[in-house]
């Protein structure tokens, strides 16, 4: 059983930047591939980035390439994810989520444990 729990979350202008950060409870933290998604009002929740257990293997969608990094610390039982370059179309909620039994993957399905999510506002 692993909880999650987001911070980091808030309001910034277009053109700024935010770190998320995801907080695991768990002894297994190291072992699990972490991911970040999102979900704008009114849209279908979106993978935003992965990381693997090693930190070895990452991938971003499209958008967040070159603006978005995603990072871990396993020492810490905690994953990042440094937003910079903010757009208004970044605004949703940012949900941390976590998974044993695959590797990395943009799909929702492979992830077991979910974080309550963090609100992201990017003003114009």
């Known amino acids: 059983q692993v909880q999650l729990v987001e911070s980091g979350g808030g309001l910034v202008q277009a053109g700024g930047s935010l770190r998320l950060s995801c907080a695991a409870s768990g002894r297994a933290f190291s072992k699990y591939t972490m991911g970040w998604f999102r979900q704008a009002p009114g849209k279908e929740r979106e993978f935003v980035a992965t990381i693997s257990w090693t930190g070895g293997s990452r991938d971003y969608v499209d958008s967040a390439k070159g603006r978005f990094v995603i990072s871990r610390d396993n020492a810490k039982n905690t994953v990042y994810l440094q937003m910079t370059s903010l757009e208004p179309g970044d605004t949703a909620n940012y949900y941390c989520?976590?998974?044993?039994?695959?590797?990395?993957?943009?799909?929702?399905?492979?992830?077991?444990?979910w974080g309550q999510g963090i609100q992201v506002t990017v003003s114009s």
């Open positions: 989520a976590a998974d044993l039994t695959h590797g990395i993957s943009r799909a929702s399905d492979d992830y077991r444990y």
